[in-house]
Nanobody, 126 residues
């Protein structure tokens, strides 16, 4: 079992930036693929970005490609999501997740991730 704790959410104006962090704990935390998902009110939870256990491979949703950057500090079992050029449609609760990936197509699949954080609110004002 992996425990995940997110932080860094908040209120920001359109065009602004925020950095989310997620600290993972647990014996096997460093071997998991980790990702970020988000859920806006009345919508399904959707994939945002993911990073392999080694940090060598990253993947992004089309809606955030070029604006968001996911990174991993393996020594601290922490991942970050640097969000720039934020838009009102980025407003959501952002969840950190960890899971074991077998195929490349698994990175963006919600079903891949077996461990979830409690979520952190990001609000982008227009």
């Amino acid at each position: 079992q992996v425990q995940l704790v997110e932080c860094g959410g908040g209120l920001v104006q359109t065009g602004g930036s925020l950095r989310l962090s997620c600290a993972a704990s647990g014996r096997t935390a460093s071997y998991y693929t980790m990702g970020w998902f988000r859920q806006a009110p009345g919508k399904e939870r959707e994939f945002v970005a993911a990073i392999s256990w080694s940090g060598d491979y990253t993947v992004y949703a089309d809606s955030v490609e070029g604006r968001f950057t996911i990174s991993r500090d393996s020594a601290k079992n922490t991942i970050h999501l640097q969000m720039s050029s934020l838009k009102p449609e980025d407003t959501a609760v952002y969840f950190c997740a960890a899971g074991a990936v077998a195929y490349a197509s698994d990175y963006a699949s919600r079903d891949t991730y077996t461990n979830w954080g409690q979520g952190t609110q990001v609000t982008v004002s227009s």
